[in-house]
């Protein structure tokens, strides 16, 4: 991790979003630090501890039941990840191929 990097936090710990009629929440732990870099042949995504566990929770809000189809999250430099990242989408998809 780069120390002299600045992380952005969210505006908000959390955030609702509401699809199919339901509330979903999203958290951020204190302190989360997570930053996305594309390498060119691979994405790496880094993250302190409370970072790890604030991706784990937006992938396990994403994965309840009844989440429909083609949900998802974006996370950029102002929304949640550190200023510079490569932005994220998380998103959900029941498609089999």
């Known amino acids: 991790m780069t120390p002299e990097a600045n992380s952005t936090p969210p505006e908000s710990t959390h955030i609702t ?3 199919d009629g339901v509330a979903r929440v999203f958290t951020w732990e204190d302190d989360t630090r997570i930053e996305v870099r594309n390498l060119g042949g691979e994405v790496v995504i880094e993250a ?15 994965a309840e039941d009844g ?3 083609g949900s998802h ?3 950029e430099g102002s929304n ?5 990242s490569v932005a994220l989408v998380l998103e959900r998809s029941d498609e089999e191929e």
Do not use: Q
């Open 17 to 19: 979003a509401v699809t």
């Open 48 to 62: 302190n501890a409370a970072g790890l566990r604030t991706l784990a929770g937006h992938l396990v809000t994403l």
């Open 67 to 69: 989440v429909p189809d």
């Open 73 to 75: 999250l974006h996370l």
């Open 80 to 84: 949640g990840l550190v200023d510079g």
